[in-house]
């Protein structure tokens, strides 16, 4: 479920700008990123697995601006997102099997977005579960055959991923918005609580389970590294040879049809299709349990909360569904406009960054001392990483921005 609503279309744009326009350069991004969303999903696990409690119960703890922050930015940041999915579900399946109508996109991208919808509102939980492992490896296999097929140079890549350096200027995106955009996708920032609410919608609520639960996820943390790594591999070898620019999310498909033809098309439009339905699948359900959980515990306070706790979980509460239904239907009227996701996206990952100082100070208030989870309390390694990742996300949430301003006001 982690890989399911973690790697999405937002990695592919973010890490194909990054492999065209600095080949294997950013890869160290990916290494810095990977170990620091290690570290934040095990602190929100641990807390679910040694106290038994929901992650909503956790943002209780720490106040209530933080249980209105991780109710509120979801429903924001998902409705944007959901903005850019129902368009590349539509450009995915069209570059497969284009309609004779000029409003093929918008066609498939419904039909697409209409499938999601049923498997979220009747699937819950268990059915997500399985349907997700089975979408993860025809994601992967495609990525896998994008970098195989790119002829990647592994001195080039180990090189990339050892040696940290800042990109030059990226044309049409600012050199620091795209570093934002790749840490923002890979390390996350309330999704990371999402890891705890599938967690705790998994039953892994006794310390028994901590073993398990790191095993699990030291696997996913590495998938997802592998995946992000493959997608930046194969758009520094088919884009950047050909100089190619990334203006619209179509520009993404000579990834695979500069080194497959026809067949890397179809490879290519597989591989988008999955990923966005993928996140899109994973994210509302993750995101609908933590805030259907934070709407019975907190906002209007009801007695089938303590159901939750013992037993069926979230999918079970009666606000689940209601979120489900915004976050699949609201978005639905970008199908009439024509914008173009590119620039959503990267703003919408780069925000990450912005939210991620907030996430490590709430979790390390929950788990850096011992008066909560007693001697499965962070290490001193664990609180040191964490507060390095602090000041790292403050500094260049503060870079951003000032690079964003010089932009607007035409001063770079």
């Excluded at 990123?33 to 209780?60: D, Q, W």
């Excluded at 590294?225 to 179509?250: D, N, S, W």
């Excluded at 962070?378 to 602090?390: C, D, E, S």
Aim: hydrophobic share 55%.
């Amino acid at each position: 479920m982690f890989l399911l609503s973690v790697v999405g279309p937002q990695d592919l744009i973010t890490n194909s700008i990054a492999g065209a326009t600095q080949g294997y350069g950013l890869i160290w991004i990916l290494v810095l990123a990977s170990a620091a969303r290690f570290l934040f999903l095990e602190a929100s696990a641990r807390y679910v697995i040694v106290t038994g409690e929901s992650i909503a119960a956790g943002c209780g703890r720490v106040g209530k601006w933080m249980v209105w922050l991780v109710f509120l930015t979801p429903l924001i940041k998902r409705h944007l997102a959901g903005l850019t999915q129902v368009l590349l579900l539509g450009v995915a399946a069209h570059s497969i099997l284009p309609l004779p109508t000029r409003h093929s996109v918008a066609i498939w991208g419904a039909l697409s977005w209409a499938l999601a919808f049923v498997l979220l509102f009747w699937g819950r939980y268990r059915w997500i579960e399985r349907f997700g492992r089975v979408m993860a490896v025809v994601f992967g296999g495609c990525l896998a055959a994008a970098a195989i097929m790119a002829g990647p140079r592994p001195g080039d890549v180990l090189r990339g991923a050892l040696t940290p350096a800042l990109p030059d200027e990226v044309n049409l995106y600012g050199s620091v918005m795209v570093v934002m955009a790749i840490l923002g996708s890979a390390v996350g920032s309330i999704s990371n609580l999402r890891y705890a609410a599938f967690v705790h919608e998994k039953g892994w609520r006794e310390v028994a389970f901590l073993r398990r639960q790191r095993f699990d996820m030291l696997l996913s943390v590495t998938g997802m590294f592998v995946m992000l790594v493959a997608i930046q591999v194969a758009a520094a070898g088919a884009l950047r040879p050909a100089g190619l620019k990334l203006e619209r999310v179509e520009d993404l498909i000579p990834i695979f049809s500069l080194v497959l033809g026809d067949a890397g098309r179809i490879v290519f439009a597989a591989g988008l299709w999955s990923a966005t339905f993928n996140y899109h699948v994973g994210g509302s359900a993750g995101h609908s349990l933590m805030l259907a959980d934070i709407y019975h515990r907190y906002l209007r306070p009801s007695a089938v909360i303590a159901e939750q706790d013992t037993g069926r979980g979230a999918a079970y509460l009666p606000a689940y569904r209601w979120f489900l239904l915004y976050f699949c239907l609201a978005p639905l009227y970008v199908l009439l406009t024509d914008w173009t996701p590119m620039w959503l996206v990267l703003i919408n990952s780069a925000g990450n960054v912005v939210l991620l100082p907030v996430i490590i100070v709430a979790l390390m208030r929950l788990t850096a001392g011992k008066s909560i989870l007693g001697r499965y309390a962070n290490g001193w390694f664990v609180n040191a990483a964490m507060g390095l990742a602090l000041a790292g996300a403050l500094w260049l949430a503060g870079q951003g921005a000032a690079e964003l301003f010089a932009k607007l006001t035409g001063g770079g």
